[in-house]
């Protein structure tokens, strides 16, 4: 038996909660590629194994979450876009009308011509919705968006407000349903000034 000495580290133990962590996660897409495909048992060790079953579940599973989050995403960006005359979309891409996984994670950030920020994130705290406000460590990004907003002739006010204390960031995930959005949209209409 070899004596570990002054000076020399102990190797440590496996990580066994992330070796479950990444079982859990296997059995999770496995949930949610079942949605559309019957799975045989067994599967995944065969995913482990690398088998190329066990990959297309995989994709199936990402189809599954992509079409969720960009249902819900869409939801959002349809009002930001074409119903809301007094909020901006914050986001570098022109063609950002359509949601697309290429392009964007189903995170949509924005501001309010009147509202501030702090105000909406507190009236959706209310009705029990989670939402953040802030730069998210990104100022030097508001800050080039708020520049291009500018040159393109974009309301000043809502500049203004951006630089002060940032932009609404709704982020949703494929988990969340199509009724939590809905009433988030029922909420931030119902602010007074909406």
């Not at 048992?41 to 079953?53: K, P, S």
């Not at 009705?127 to 040159?151: H, P, Q, T, Y």
Request: glycine share 8%; aromatic share 10%; net charge negative.
């Amino acid at each position: 038996v070899e004596r570990l000495g002054e000076g020399t580290w102990e190797r440590g133990t496996n990580n066994f909660e992330a070796c479950e962590g990444v079982a859990g996660l296997l059995e999770y897409f496995l949930d949610l590629s079942r949605i559309t495909m019957e799975v045989p048992d067994g599967l995944l060790g065969r995913i482990l194994d690398g088998e190329e079953t066990g990959r297309r579940w995989m994709r199936e599973a990402y189809e599954h979450i992509e079409l969720a989050e960009s249902r819900i995403a869409s939801m959002l960006l349809d009002r930001v876009r074409f119903k809301w005359d007094k909020v901006a979309l914050i986001s570098h891409y022109d063609d950002d009308i359509a949601f697309s996984k290429r392009r964007r994670m189903p995170i949509v950030t924005f501001a309010h011509k009147n509202i501030s920020s702090q105000r909406i994130v507190k009236a959706c705290e209310e009705e029990g919705i989670v939402i953040r406000a802030g730069f998210f460590l990104s100022e030097v990004c508001f800050k080039s968006w708020a520049d291009n907003w500018k040159m393109q002739g974009g309301d000043a006010s809502i500049v203004e407000g951006v630089e002060r204390e940032g932009a609404v960031r709704v982020s949703m995930v494929h988990y969340n349903t199509e009724e939590e959005v809905r009433k988030l949209l029922e909420t931030l209409e119902g602010i007074e000034g909406w």
